[in-house]
């Protein structure tokens, strides 16, 4: 009997001993969380002033979108033997000195796409993956700061494809001008004063001009969030038949070591392009009666962020 008495008052006092020891654990921890809570924030406070110190600023994000697919007498289908495939990279990056009087802003942007639809029944059916997608942007900015706000700037930017039709069209804006900079990441480029050259073997429909350029420009890192918007617009003073914009937002999130998911859609206004692709079907066409649709694309896929 004595020995189940202390049996159970040694089991009690274990138990009292462990809640014990673990409360006082916990009542250790609890300062200790405190005071790593408080150097964090002040890591991050430090970081923030590191980050608005004068100096380069570097970065890059990209996505890669494809599949495959394969069929074998799938008589559901148009053409029950058949494969397909479609691979897409867009890259995003940016270079900016920035300091106390002058800026140099400088961005690049990428959106490569490929296709292909094999009908395995038709021996003379193209094979070769065709382009899709296919845009190509620099851009650089400089500014002389009149104050946090506004600096008299100089822009220069190109555009073409680089797959297909190099420089064919390729645009290439030079204007001056002002820029302002309401936030950080967002840059606003106002020049009244640009010419738009236009570069393409079309010179009957493509053709350069005086105009005023805008540019909107966000691009921020949001913890594991990159976000790119830009907005890119010409406005001829000699007819807005030769008036353009392209409008392209990026977004890439990242889940583990670098690797994400990233989605991007552009829009596009152009007239000249419409009607240059209007004429290979109806060589009557002209600026007054072609339709300028809304041009478009989008990626959806794997993301890296540098």
Do not use: C
């Amino acid at each position: 009997m004595k020995k189940i008495v202390l049996l159970a008052l040694l089991i009690i006092s274990t138990v009292s001993i462990n809640a014990q020891t673990e409360e006082e654990l916990k009542a250790l921890q609890a300062p200790k969380k405190d005071s790593i809570a408080t150097l964090q924030s002040e890591i991050d406070a430090l970081q923030t002033k590191i980050d608005a110190l004068p100096g380069w600023e570097k970065g890059a994000f990209g996505t890669i979108g494809g599949n495959l697919s394969g069929f074998d007498n799938w008589y559901s289908k148009g053409t029950p033997n058949s494969s397909a495939g479609n691979l897409g990279i867009t890259v995003n990056g940016y270079a900016n000195l920035l300091q106390e009087k002058f800026f140099w802003r400088n961005s690049l942007g990428v959106n490569l796409s490929w296709v292909k639809i094999d009908n395995k029944d038709n021996p003379n059916d193209d094979k070769d993956f065709k382009s899709a997608t296919d845009v190509f942007s620099i851009t650089s900015l400089y500014g002389r700061k009149l104050n946090d706000k506004w600096a008299v700037s100089a822009l220069g930017e190109y555009r073409t494809s680089i797959i297909d039709n190099f420089n064919d069209p390729g645009y290439l804006d030079l204007g001056v001008g002002a820029t302002w900079t309401p936030i950080n990441n967002l840059i606003v480029v106002i020049h009244p004063l640009n010419y738009n050259f236009v570069f393409s073997d079309s010179n009957s429909i493509f053709e350069s001009s005086m105009g005023a350029k805008i540019v909107a420009d966000y691009t921020a890192k949001l913890g594991k969030v990159n976000l790119k918007s830009n907005l890119s617009a010409f406005q001829s003073y000699k007819s807005s038949d030769y008036s353009n914009w392209t409008w392209t937002n990026s977004l890439g999130y990242t889940l583990w070591k670098g690797i994400g998911v990233g989605f991007e859609v552009g829009l596009r206004k152009n007239k000249q392009e419409a009607l240059n692709y209007a004429l290979a079907g109806n060589p009557l066409e002209t600026f007054d009666t072609v339709d300028n649709d809304l041009q478009s694309y989008w990626l959806f896929g794997l993301n890296y962020g540098f």
